[in-house]
């Protein structure tokens, strides 16, 4: 088992804390290709002490986000969402480039705990 931390935004925690975003979405990296099923990840809120310990169950790995979106049964957070309003809020979070150039990895959490 390995610990993995990763800065997150208040909204993304508060989404995380109740159970609302069980799916926390990344550029495939050297970092992220390396969590595995069990692994730990501690979601620090940016600028804040809040944090979330949560317990990885699974990982999906994507070759685009057009592949991201015909399976988007596991984005439970963002189903309301146009396909242009996905990939637009993506861009604005890595990169246009970044996410054109990169595949993206699906981090399916368990929250354990939070911490204050």
């Known amino acids: 088992?390995?610990?993995?931390?990763?800065?997150?935004?208040?909204?993304?925690?508060?989404?995380?804390?109740?159970?609302?975003?069980?799916?926390?979405?990344?550029?495939?990296?050297?970092?992220?290709?390396?969590?595995?099923?069990?692994?730990?990840?501690?979601?620090?809120?940016?600028?804040?002490d809040l944090i979330l310990k949560t317990t990885v169950i699974d990982k999906f790995i994507y070759n685009d986000i057009d592949d991201l979106w015909n399976h988007k049964e596991v984005l439970n957070n963002v189903l309301n969402y146009t396909k242009e309003q996905f990939k637009s809020t993506f861009y604005e979070i890595f990169g246009k480039d970044n996410v054109l150039n990169s595949k993206i990895v699906g981090i399916k959490i368990c929250v354990q705990e939070n911490k204050v």
């Not at 208040?10 to 050297?30: A, I, Q, S």
């Open 1 to 48: 088992m390995e610990v993995y931390n990763y800065n997150i935004y208040k909204n993304v925690y508060d989404d995380m804390k109740c159970g609302k975003k069980t799916v926390e979405f990344r550029l495939l990296n050297e970092k992220s290709e390396k969590i595995k099923i069990g692994d730990i990840i501690y979601f620090k809120v940016v600028n804040s």
